[in-house]
């Protein structure tokens, strides 16, 4: 062979193993990326897993604490909700049972909308002991000619053995029914 042809076949070989090497050097450039691509996308599910993990034992809290709070026997629940005929704005109820002021609410305008079409408020929950018990509940408000009110009125209750709901319907003031009205639920 001659030396032109040596130094031509060298020269090819050089340029193949350069090549060679640059893609080879290329490639496992590109594949840690990918790697580490593949990597976060696998971290990112399992944030997801965990955040969806730590929800649900909220939950589960938030519900047992509820019971051990307010066990059933004891318990008693008052809810707020408009009578149909209620055109006036009720910016606040309070809620007194046995003398102790337990719930006061100032309502916002999306609250009232809501309950204008029919929405309930659970205004407190608490625990009471069986028997009767003194309610008084407030209501403040605007009437729809702007003048202010204020209506108060006092009901017993009587708490049974089990869970006892309340509603409290909310009527306008000067309507044919009681501006407000309790309701076993």
């Known amino acids: 062979m001659s030396e032109h042809a040596q130094s031509a076949i060298s020269r090819l070989l050089s340029w193949v193993v350069v090549s060679a090497t ?3 050097v290329g490639g496992v450039q590109a594949d840690p990326a990918s790697e580490e691509r593949r990597q976060m996308k696998g971290l990112d599910e399992q944030v997801q897993e965990i955040k969806s993990d730590v929800l649900e034992i ?5 519900r047992l604490e509820e ?6 026997g004891t318990q008693v629940a ?5 009578t149909e ?9 309070r809620l007194q049972v046995d003398g102790r002021l337990v719930a006061h609410y100032l309502y916002s305008a999306r609250e009232l909308e809501a309950m204008r079409k029919g929405g309930v ?6 625990n009471v002991a069986t028997g009767t018990h003194d309610i008084e ?3 403040d408000g605007k009437l729809t000619d702007g003048e202010d009110f204020n209506s108060t009125q006092r009901f017993t209750v009587d708490k049974g053995v089990g869970p006892k709901l309340v509603g409290m319907a909310l009527a306008a ?3 044919r029914d009681p501006a407000i009205r309790l309701e076993d639920w």
Not at 67 to 72: C, D, E, N, V
Not at 78 to 82: C, E, Q
Not at 121 to 126: E, H, S
Request: no cysteine; charged share 20%.
């Open 78 to 82: 008052f809810f707020v909700r408009l």
């Open 58 to 62: 909220t939950e589960e809290l938030s």
């Open 85 to 93: 005929d209620n055109t006036a704005r009720v910016d606040a109820v």
């Open 137 to 139: 509940i407030v209501v």
């Open 173 to 175: 003031p000067g309507a």
């Open 67 to 72: 019971k051990l709070l307010y066990p059933s």
């Open 121 to 126: 408020q659970r205004l407190w929950v608490g």
């Open 22 to 24: 640059l893609l080879i």
